[in-house]
């Protein structure tokens, strides 16, 4: 099955996905969109996880902070059409999609074609980073998502910087050649903004500054990939693609290597004890 959101030619699709729970996927979506409304325009933001924590954000915004278009996908009404129930406002200019846990393989396709970002919050524990390189592995072969045409970045997530941890992740991740958009840390304003409804960027401003900063390289990367036009190849499902003759007017790109080849660095012995996590 496709993921067909009726849209418009100016409608700027960010998807913020990683299979593993709890990585950051919602806190990365509320908060994107948060900063596009406080700046005036119009967003939208589509909740694909049953658990409904986005949608939960959104009927929590109070009523005088800049309206966001909101949409529980996971719902399926049974009396309107589903291309109904996706369908966008006109005036919406970005929409930007939070997806469950546990996507498998094939379902990642859906999100990915015709996304402009593809963004995934990655956790330093070990399990995080061995779940990510199989992701990676996914997206690169199964969604043919290419490292190349620059739709796919990494966020470090609750970072504490000088712990091995971090240390790992951020060599695996320089491993697999794929930009590290932003590293941010483990913050309690991000708790404290959603309870409210709010993004961080909504907080009073010298509570907020740091993690402000850090979203800055995030904000910067995202724009550059609106303003990007997408390829034949991005807006292509690789299912349906099969047999298809390549469009003439896709840009030649040699393959990725096979993702798994960049495997996970060995932790050098000569690595500080320090870490604390
Ligand atoms: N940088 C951060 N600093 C502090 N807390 C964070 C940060 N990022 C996320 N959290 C918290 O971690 C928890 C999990 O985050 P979030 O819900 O965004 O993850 P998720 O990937 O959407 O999870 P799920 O897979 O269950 O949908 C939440 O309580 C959130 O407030
Ligand atoms: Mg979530």
New binding site residues.
């Given amino acids: 099955m496709l993921l067909n959101i009726p849209g418009h030619s100016e409608l700027r699709k960010i998807v913020v996905l990683?299979p593993?729970?709890?990585?950051?996927?919602?806190?990365?979506a509320i908060n994107l969109a948060a900063y596009f409304a406080v700046g005036g325009r119009r967003t939208a933001l589509m909740d694909f996880?049953p658990?409904g924590?986005t949608m939960r954000w959104a009927r929590n915004r109070p009523q005088e902070r800049p309206y966001i278009y909101s949409v529980a996908a996971f719902e399926h009404n049974p009396r309107v059409t589903r291309s109904f129930q996706l369908r966008m406002p006109p005036e919406i200019r970005q929409l930007i999609i939070?997806t469950?846990?546990a996507l498998t393989a094939q379902r990642l396709t859906q999100f990915t074609r015709g996304a402009h970002a593809i963004l995934v919050?990655v956790l330093s524990s070990d399990m995080d980073i061995h779940a990510v390189s199989q992701l990676m592995a996914d997206l690169l072969l199964v969604a043919k998502v290419s490292r190349r045409m620059g739709r796919l970045g990494v966020i470090a997530?609750?970072v504490r910087e000088n712990t091995l941890a971090y240390r790992r992740l951020m060599r695996f991740l320089e491993a697999l050649q794929i930009p590290i958009v932003t590293v941010?840390?483990?913050?309690?304003?991000?708790?404290h903004a959603?309870e409210q409804g709010l993004g961080i960027h909504e907080l009073p401003h010298s509570q907020a500054l740091k993690d402000v900063e850090a979203w800055a390289p995030l904000i910067g990367w995202v724009e550059q990939r609106m303003a990007t036009a997408l390829t034949a190849r991005d807006l292509r499902s690789p299912l349906a693609a099969v047999g298809t003759p390549r469009p003439a007017t896709e840009p030649s790109v040699r393959p990725d290597p096979d993702p798994r080849e960049a495997a996970l660095p060995p932790a050098r012995t000569g690595d500080p004890p320090a870490g604390k996590s």
């Fill in positions: 990683n593993k729970g709890g990585s950051g996927k919602t806190t990365i996880d658990q924590s939070d469950p846990a919050p997530n609750r941010l840390r483990d913050s309690q304003n991000y708790v959603a």
